[in-house]
């Protein structure tokens, strides 16, 4: 993943597109797996001192759901946007310095893909889940439970009633 800047000139916007295989950042993962290739696409553009690197990364996810226990597998799509410098050529803090006229994108494209992974994995964001009872998926329709939710402190006058 690497983009030679050699020659840019100023306000110049130059596509890119890469696509590499998924397994290897399943090392980074411990909540499921990338599935196929992980695609990254986007424009560089010489700004200033720095050259901005922009674009998408997209990917598949499969895992289990956690709350319908279903496997699932998603399209993911995370934007990233990064500002490289030419070592020695300035010296702006928030730039990524890189050496020579190529930029490699790797390190900023993994980090970017695990740090934008959820908390959790759902397999649609209003999932049902599974009934408490009887383990029935809610998403694939409803069972015959009844579920009584009584607050416990009801529950004694409910008790009284009877
Ligand atoms: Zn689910
Ligand atoms: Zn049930």
Do not use: W
Not at 136 to 156: H, K, M, T, W
């Amino acid at each position: 993943m690497k983009i030679n800047v050699f020659g840019l000139k100023a306000g110049e916007k130059v596509p890119f597109a890469f696509a590499v295989p998924a397994a290897p950042y399943n090392a980074f993962l411990a909540d499921g797996e990338f599935k196929s290739e992980i695609k990254v696409t986007g424009e560089v553009t010489l700004a200033g001192d720095g050259y901005l690197v922009s674009g998408l990364i997209k990917c598949r996810k499969a895992f289990v759901c956690d709350r319908c226990l279903e496997p699932t597998e998603v399209e993911q799509t995370h934007p990233f946007a990064e500002k490289y410098r030419q070592d020695g050529v300035a010296d702006d803090e928030d730039a990524v310095p890189f050496t020579g006229e190529t930029i490699d994108l790797a390190e900023m494209v993994r980090d970017t893909l695990i740090a934008a992974q959820p908390i959790g994995n759902l397999c649609r964001e209003d999932c049902l889940g599974l009934c408490p009872k009887c383990g029935q998926n809610l998403n694939q329709g409803s069972c015959s439970c009844v579920i009584e939710d009584i607050d416990p402190r009801l529950a004694d006058l409910k008790q009284l009633l009877i």
